[in-house]
């Protein structure tokens, strides 16, 4: 596609469930980023990944939080044992090379746990 | 730590009127700033990228500014239409470490036919 793609779009945990958030980047594109949103605020980053290689999670809020992207390609956000303070969209986003160029942003997973 | 403040936070106008988004940030050692739409349930749509050498830039109606000495900048939209209905969110990265973007809260913006 031409577009950042994320799945699935909307996501209903019951607290205490493990959920897993796909993102496909832009081909090509080097570097990856996830955001939270939470309603009525600005996205908050949670992490980076240059290729393989996660150079920056200082935004993972807790260690319940884990992401992955093995191949350089798509990239994966773990919840375990949801809270239901995580209830945000969590927004992936691709740039180009070593990611000091325009972000891309894709359309968001909602994440409601009850 | 880097923070970045839009205001205001809401905005309505008539259509046509031309309007000013503003975006400040407290440390000016960025690398890029960049200008978001988001519709409501949406993800973010690049609107324009100013990097750290540039003043402004330019796409259709809109003109963003940028002013690294004072930490500000500014999204100019002509002749508003209700379609430029959407909250706008300014985005920094810098001034070290990796390119994660600091966003603004947004300015939620509603023009009226």
């Known amino acids: 596609g031409a577009g950042v793609s994320q799945s699935p779009r909307y996501k209903v945990a019951k607290r205490g469930q493990d959920v897993a958030l796909r993102c496909d980047p832009i081909s090509g594109h080097v570097s990856l980023f996830w955001y939270q949103q939470a309603l009525g605020q600005g996205p908050e980053f949670l992490t980076y990944?240059?290729?393989?290689?996660?150079?920056?999670k200082s935004g993972l809020p807790s260690d319940r939080f884990f992401a992955e992207r093995p191949e350089g390609s798509v990239s994966t956000l773990k919840i375990q044992r949801t809270q239901q303070e995580d209830s945000a969209v969590y927004l992936c986003?691709?740039?180009f090379g070593n990611g000091n160029n325009e972000q891309f942003f894709g359309p968001g997973t909602r994440l409601t746990v009850l | 730590k880097q923070e970045v403040t839009q205001i205001p936070a809401a905005l309505s106008v008539p259509e046509g009127e031309n309007l000013v988004l503003n975006c400040s940030f407290t440390?000016?050692?960025?690398?890029?700033l960049q200008w978001f739409r988001q519709d409501p349930g949406k993800g973010l749509t690049s609107l324009l990228l100013i990097q750290s050498s540039q003043r402004e830039q330019t796409s259709g109606r809109l003109n963003a500014s940028l002013d690294k000495s004072s930490g500000r900048s500014t999204l100019y939209i002509a002749a508003s239409q209700p379609g430029d209905s959407a909250t706008y969110l300014c985005?920094?990265?810098?001034?070290?470490?990796?390119?994660?973007?600091?966003f603004g809260t947004g300015t939620r913006l509603k023009v009226l036919a």
């Open positions: 985005a920094v990265s810098g001034p070290s470490g990796t390119y994660k973007y600091i």
């Open positions: 440390d000016s050692a960025i690398y890029n």
């Open positions: 986003a691709s740039s």
């Open positions: 990944f240059q290729n393989e290689a996660q150079l920056d």
